[in-house]
């Protein structure tokens, strides 16, 4: 799987937009991002994922580059609670590999008042 | 209406014992995993199972050994505690593990072991 980097750390006022960048330049194209959230004590948590297109759910906005060589994950109103650790992951979807979910260092995302 | 559930949450015990670690997922999911997380809170894969068949086995000592009964449960079973097996275990699933990936994993809340 292609390897990512993340800002160790960010900050956002609560209310305001987070938006948490990743590289990911060796992605390869059957290789989907996914974004997924540490809270402290808790599991990881599943965000967004995509391919080429940009993707929005319920929780957070995925913007991918026309060259799939970074990304951006964007939660529009940022409150304390997403207070976390955001971690972006390069999956390929072959059989076989699609399981080895890789995590990295992630961004630790502080929401402050 | 937890997803995946794991027991216990928290579990101290001295090295030499053996222990286990419960996992159940009520999503219907095929496949499910054991993740280990440690004091520098580095994630990796452990296991995989899909269809109670093992799939993935990265490189864990065979004092590990996982059990799935079902395609609900994988428990992990871990004989002559180390002090090094100190952590965080994670479990987790995911419907399919292959295709075109996908499939997100849902994770439990963790069991956090401590070795003494």
């Known amino acids: 799987d292609a390897k990512t980097t993340q800002p160790p750390s960010m900050d956002c006022a609560e209310g305001r937009a987070a938006n948490l960048p990743c590289n990911h330049s060796?992605?390869?194209?059957?290789?989907?991002v996914y974004w997924y959230r540490q809270i402290h004590s808790q599991g990881p948590q599943y965000i967004i994922h995509?391919?080429?297109n940009n993707e929005t759910n319920e929780m957070a906005s995925l913007i991918i580059t026309e060259d799939r060589k970074s990304s951006t994950l964007i939660l529009p109103h940022a409150t304390l609670r997403d207070t976390a650790v955001y971690y972006c992951?390069?999956?390929?979807?072959?059989?076989?590999?699609?399981?080895?979910?890789?995590f990295g260092t992630g961004t630790r995302l502080q929401v402050t008042l | 209406d937890t997803a995946v559930s794991q027991t216990p949450k928290y579990l101290v015990t001295q090295m030499g014992n053996d222990k286990s670690i419960k996992c159940e997922q009520n999503l219907g999911h095929d496949t499910m995993y054991w993740y280990k997380q440690d004091s520098k809170k580095f994630l990796k894969i452990m296991f995989s199972?899909?269809?109670?068949?093992?799939?993935i086995n990265e490189t864990v000592p065979n004092r590990f050994s996982p059990k799935s009964p079902d395609k609900a449960h994988l428990n992990l079973h871990i004989n002559s505690l180390e002090l090094g097996d100190s952590a965080v275990y994670f479990c987790?699933?995911?419907?399919?593990?292959?295709?075109?990936?996908?499939?997100?994993?849902?994770f439990g809340n963790g069991t956090r072991l401590t070795v003494t």
């Open positions: 992951i390069v999956r390929a979807g072959d059989t076989g590999t699609a399981s080895k979910l890789t």
């Open positions: 987790a699933s995911s419907q399919g593990w292959g295709g075109r990936g996908n499939s997100p994993l849902h």
């Open positions: 199972y899909n269809n109670k068949e093992l799939i």
């Open positions: 060796t992605i390869s194209g059957n290789e989907y």
């Open positions: 995509g391919l080429k």
